[in-house]
């Protein structure tokens, strides 16, 4: 049984920082498509970073309002899911969910969150001006 537990969120001051974690267990050995979304009120849950397990090339993809501050990684030893946020905007502020679906194939992540079949509960980040 796959299970995706978040940590980390918070309140943070503009151009402040926070990482989040979610640790995986029931992937272990799998090769995975892992992602950040996140869902802020009144809004549409969007994908966020993406990260493709198959092989340790480790591709990854960025929504284009976060590139260059966040950054997507995985502790293979530790089956975890990281997401570093720099440069916190007040619009980063949502709710933020691990995702993760099996995959057989090299290649980009979906960006859809229909895609993911597994799901964590979520963690908040709040980002004050």
């Known amino acids: 049984q796959v299970q995706l537990v978040e940590s980390g969120g918070g309140s943070v001051q503009a151009g402040g920082s926070l990482r989040l974690s979610c640790a995986a267990s029931?992937?272990?050995?799998?090769?995975?498509?892992m992602a950040w979304f996140r869902q802020a009120p009144g809004k549409e849950r969007e994908a966020v970073a993406t990260?493709?397990?198959?092989?340790?090339?480790?591709?990854?993809t960025y929504a284009d309002s976060v590139k260059g501050r966040f950054t997507i990684s995985q502790d293979v030893a530790k089956d975890t899911l990281n997401l570093q946020m720099n440069s916190l905007l007040p619009e980063d502020t949502a709710m933020y969910y691990c995702?993760?679906?099996?995959?057989?194939?090299?290649?980009?992540?979906?960006?859809?969150?229909?895609?993911?079949?597994?799901w964590g509960q979520g963690t908040q980040v709040t980002v004050s001006s």
């Open positions: 990260v493709n397990s198959f092989d340790s090339t480790r591709l990854n």
């Open positions: 029931g992937l272990t050995g799998s090769r995975a498509c």
């Open positions: 995702a993760a679906v099996r995959i057989f194939t090299r290649g980009y992540c979906p960006f859809s969150r229909v895609s993911y079949n597994y």
